[in-house]
């Protein structure tokens, strides 16, 4: 019973994840996406090389498929994203929100913005109220 008291605050985290998800950030192309929780200077959660990335203790989960690069959010605070082409390509995003009940409440999307090698784009702020918009952020040598 001791075991079972010692992980029950884990098996609450995860039994919230399985029940709802606040926002769906969903990218598509060859790119590497690093995820920043609100005045942090370290990402949160990436992709590089098709590989997802957590940072232990976020409430985010990561899935690769194919060129999509998924990031599923469980809790309502800001985040910002950076997305770094390795590739050219267009770049699409597609960024749902759902209420408490589950389900979908909005849904903005991102159509065949250019892409080349080194090109990055930025959103900050990923509920509707602050908006989420994708500011160019031209050709950098470091993705991160």
Request: net charge negative; glycine share 10%.
């Amino acid at each position: 019973m001791k075991d079972n008291e010692k992980h029950r605050d884990l098996y609450e985290q995860y039994k919230r994840l399985e029940e709802w998800q606040a926002r769906k950030y969903t990218a598509a192309c060859p790119l590497a996406v690093y995820v920043y929780q609100n005045g942090q200077q370290d990402p949160v959660a990436w992709v590089e090389d098709n590989q997802p990335v957590c940072a232990e203790g976020s409430m985010i989960s990561v899935i690769v498929q194919g060129d999509q690069k998924i990031f599923l959010f469980y809790d309502n605070a800001q985040y910002g994203f950076r997305y770094v082409g390795n590739g050219a390509g267009n770049l699409d995003v597609t960024i749902q929100e759902f209420d408490q009940a589950g389900a979908l409440a909005r849904t903005v999307a991102y159509i065949a913005l250019p892409l080349s090698v080194g090109q990055a784009y930025t959103s900050k702020g990923t509920k509707s109220e602050e908006g989420n918009d994708l500011l160019y952020d031209g050709v950098e040598a470091n993705g991160r």
